[in-house]
């Protein structure tokens, strides 16, 4: 399993981000093997005014492409995160709720916690 965070989901749904193909291809690649949190889902309603996209369609996508399991101990282990690690509320949850699991993001924060980012910044062979 992957554990996608907003970053993710902004790059499938925005018109011109620069990171949508890569998104698309590991969206692609790994279908049905992605999840996400509530707090993605929320974080998206949060940044839809800001990045201009249709909030709607952004979470009807989300839906579409990860399925979305909950946990109470995430938040424990996200405070952590942001008192040990210096990760922002979102970052530290994202992380937490991903666990083990590698996380799709091109947030590099994350690598402070943990060596199992997908970078959507990163391109295969093309």
Known sequence: MIYADTDFFIALVKDDDWLQDRAAEIALENEGEIYTSRATLLELLVISDRFEFDRMEALTSA??????????DVLFQAADYMDEDGLTAFDAYHVAYAAE???VSSD?????????????????PE
């Not at 590099?108 to 295969?124: L, Q, Y």
């Open 101 to 103: 699991d590698p996380i």
């Open 108 to 124: 590099k924060s994350i690598d402070d916690v943990t060596d199992d980012r997908i970078a959507i910044e990163e391109r295969g």
């Open 63 to 72: 839906l579409e492409i990860a399925t979305v399991p909950e946990d109470e």
